[in-house]
């Protein structure tokens, strides 16, 4: 009686070190690989193909698929801050470019919040570059970028972003309809409702009449 079947048989394609996303510290690790093999009483024979690939940490233990060979925390966290800032730049900008009127005072705030949010000055060419692209874009389509990158932040993240558009509205001496218009498109944008929007609002007016005073 002739015993044939398939079996997968697991090796080792490559031993090396990555970033586990458990340990979150660099761990050696095995790439390693799942073939099926036709197999002869019950030993394989003809390899069929390659079943699965995986990749194990020697530290915890886990598996985890082979793009984690890629991950790099560090990366993730650049690309982070990249969304906060574009946020952060996108909403001030469309702020100032509502009423087509572009003061000197609300690219002073725009400088200011920028290196307040990233501890960095704001340089010239990427403040040109994004009022460029925000005239360019329609409010709406601007408004879907900034729910686009705005998802991981949290609400005083969100808060924060819509303070710092009224900051920039406000920067020229009174806040135009146009303005408050797309102020109101980009605390939606940011998931923000009517009520919380209009409480900020009223806060901000009561903060600049006390300073006022």
């Known amino acids: 009686m002739i015993i044939w079947g398939s079996r997968g048989v697991t090796s080792i394609k490559a031993r090396t070190r990555f970033i586990c996303p458990v340990c979150q510290c660099e761990s050696a690790c095995d790439h390693k690989r799942v073939r099926r093999f036709f197999t002869l009483y019950f030993i394989p024979i003809i390899p069929l193909g390659t079943h699965s690939e995986y990749v194990e940490c020697k530290k915890c233990g886990k598996a985890f698929e082979p793009e984690a060979l890629a991950h790099d925390p560090a990366a993730a966290g650049r690309e ?114 009517a009520a919380h929007m209009q409480g900020i609002v009223m806060s901000r007016r009561a903060e600049t009449e006390a300073t006022e005073a």
């Open 80 to 193: 982070m801050q990249a969304m906060i800032e574009f946020v952060f730049l996108r909403a001030m900008t469309m702020t100032m470019c509502a009423d087509g009127n572009l003061h000197e005072s609300q690219i002073a705030r725009i400088r200011e919040a920028y290196q307040a949010t990233t501890s960095e000055e704001l340089p010239e060419e990427a403040l040109q570059g994004e009022m460029k692209d925000t005239l360019r874009l329609s409010a709406d389509a601007s408004a879907g970028l900034i729910e686009q990158y705005a998802a991981p932040m949290n609400n005083e993240g969100r808060e924060a972003v819509f303070r710092a558009a009224m900051v920039v509205a406000e920067a020229d001496g009174d806040v135009s309809a146009e303005e408050m218009a797309v102020l109101m498109t980009i605390g939606q944008a940011l998931g923000m409702t």
